[in-house]
């Protein structure tokens, strides 16, 4: 397995982050950790944000140490066989004990408390809130109303801020952000609203052209939503490994196979009629 092909995205952003960033040219050799709290992973939205982090965080960094504390067994048995269809190469491991975190590059923890004298950032999410914090406020702790699209956007800018951490990016250029939240909603910073609950059904027609990095996320969300009704893939390439680095759904069982079946294997649902087309759009 070429881990350069894969993580060349990543680092050609580093690269050209360089003159802001001071170990853009080594942050693949960095440790990061993914933990949380138990009264956030036993939610819904808490385990979203869990899994989505971990999705993300194999296309930025090769070595991962997993803890899922006591009393989140459920997840526990989840995330180890997520972990074994998604991950690639060497240093992604499950740890049931951590004697020292100052070992760690990075620390992205799904709950609400933070803890400034580490490189700790806390995300969560409710309903179309997505939240982080990187400095020395804590997040709330409401996380009831179950939503994909915020706990997908909670993992994104978690990851976002383990990243400027790896390459140790100058405040100039991009500041850890300090008990942010994001409405995915209105679409505005420092909201406190919810928003309503998703329907029960959703009625699609939906024609998805591309099943690249963009289009993983699409299918990612869709398949947690009661979809209903039509939708067609198009995509007439197949993975291969530059594309482990970007899509969020894929593992290396699917290098080689075509992207519109790939991802129409994820999107099933009973009421939704799926049909891949491993062909061009024309």
């Keep these: 397995m070429n881990l350069d092909l894969i993580y060349s995205r990543p680092a050609k952003t580093a690269a050209q982050l360089s003159a802001k960033a001071l170990d853009h040219h080594r942050f693949l050799a960095k440790k990061v950790l993914l933990t949380g709290e138990p009264a956030i992973l036993n939610t819904v939205n808490g385990r979203e944000c869990f899994l989505s982090a971990f999705a993300l965080l194999i296309r930025i960094c090769p070595n991962i140490r ?55 950032t806390a995300i969560n999410s409710n309903g179309w809130l997505a939240r982080v914090s990187s400095g020395t406020r804590c997040l709330p702790a409401d996380v009831a109303m179950d939503n994909p699209v915020g706990a997908l956007a909670a993992a994104c800018l978690g990851v976002g801020e383990v990243f400027k951490r790896l390459i140790k990016l100058k405040p100039e250029r991009g500041e850890l952000l300090d008990g942010f939240s994001f409405s995915l909603r209105s679409y505005q910073a420092g909201e406190g609203d919810c928003g309503p609950a998703l329907p029960s059904s959703l009625e699609v027609d939906l024609l998805l ?3 690249g990095a963009i289009g993983n996320g699409i299918v990612h969300l869709l398949s947690q939503l009661q979809c209903r009704g039509r939708a067609d893939i198009v995509d007439g390439q ?45």
């Design 66 to 120: 997993i803890h899922i504390p006591a009393g989140c067994d459920d997840l526990g048995a989840v995330s180890q066989a997520f972990v074994k269809r998604i991950a690639f190469g060497p240093g992604v491991e499950h740890c049931n004990h951590l004697d020292d975190l100052t070992q760690f590059d990075a620390i992205l923890s799904v709950g609400t408390a933070v803890k400034p004298e580490l490189p700790w």
């Design 209 to 211: 052209v591309g099943g």
């Design 238 to 282: 197949i993975y291969g490994e530059e594309n482990l680095g970007t899509c969020l759904l894929l593992g290396t069982a699917e290098l080689g196979e075509p992207k519109a079946n790939t991802l129409a294997s994820h999107l099933q649902a009973p009421g939704l009629r799926v049909e891949p087309f491993a062909m061009t759009f024309e």
